[in-house]
């Protein structure tokens, strides 16, 4: 069974950083595509930043250059760098792993992790 767990610094300052944690153990593909999802309050979840197993990235509007995944194979981690934050980014976020395409097409991946609160201050 795959499991994916998170940790990270989950209360920052408006204005702050802070870099979010995904460990994957049990199984991982070969070929994949991981995924940092937010949930937010009134805010469908959504996908804010992936990275396949070639180390191509794609990030949502609203995270393009202020957010940064990557990974660190040898560590079997999966990171999200997250500056400059706001606060109607508060909300839970949750790294994922499903075999490629990245592109889900209305689907969810069936590997989470357990979902971090970040909190962003004003």
């Known amino acids: 069974q795959v499991q994916l767990v998170e940790s990270g610094v989950a209360s920052v300052q408006a204005g702050g950083s802070l870099r979010l944690s995904c460990v994957v153990s049990?199984?991982?593909?070969?070929?994949?595509?991981m995924h940092w999802f937010r949930q937010g309050l009134v805010k469908e979840r959504e996908s804010v930043a992936r990275?396949?197993?070639?180390?191509?990235?794609e990030y949502a509007d609203s995270a393009k250059g202020r957010f940064t995944i990557s990974q660190d194979n040898a560590k079997n981690t999966l990171y999200q760098q997250m500056n400059s934050l706001k606060p109607e980014e508060t909300a839970m976020y949750y790294c994922?792993?499903?075999?490629?395409?990245?592109?889900?097409?209305?689907?969810?991946?069936?590997?989470w992790g357990q979902g971090t609160q970040v909190t962003v201050s004003s």
């Open positions: 049990g199984y991982t593909y070969s070929t994949y595509c």
């Open positions: 990275i396949d197993s070639g180390g191509s990235t």
């Open positions: 994922a792993e499903h075999f490629l395409p990245c592109d889900l097409d209305g689907t969810w991946p069936p590997f």
